[in-house]
């Protein structure tokens, strides 16, 4: 399923956009001019990759530095040791769309179990 974002005009280079779907997953443009998307949710607890550091292709997660390779989704640099999803992006008409992965996420335990409705 092809998922309107933000218009290409609205997301500067260097930027993030997050869609807030479930799971999240973010929209980066990078200071290269590339666009990649990739899942919001760190795989190692519950941040947010959107609200990073961004270089390169690669962007830093907020909490404790794990870093994610934007084109692949493989992890970097630890805690993390799982890698994010990486999604399709597609522009069209100036606005930029997402193909979600229809691969399992792999979202950090306390985020699994919350969007199952289990304990958070
Ligand atoms: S939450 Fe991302 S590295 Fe810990």
């Known amino acids: ?8 005009v609205d997301l500067p280079r260097g930027e993030a956009f997050r869609l807030d779907i479930d ?3 973010s929209v980066f443009h990078t200071d290269d001019g590339e666009l990649f998307a990739i899942d919001d ?5 519950d941040a947010s990759l959107a609200d990073g550091w961004l270089e390169g292709c690669e962007v830093e997660c907020p909490l404790h530095a794990s870093k994610f390779d934007l084109r692949t989704g493989a992890v970097d640099a630890p805690p993390a040791k799982l890698p994010v ?16 992965s229809t691969d399992a996420p792999n979202l950090p335990p306390c985020v699994a179990s919350r969007l199952a409705g289990g304990p958070a």
Do not use: S
């Open 23 to 25: 799971p999240p997953v």
């Open 85 to 100: 999803r990486t999604h399709e992006v597609l522009v069209e008409d100036g606005m930029i769309y997402v193909q979600v």
């Open 41 to 45: 949710t760190c795989t190692h607890q």
């Open 1 to 8: 399923m092809m998922i309107p974002a933000c218009r290409l």
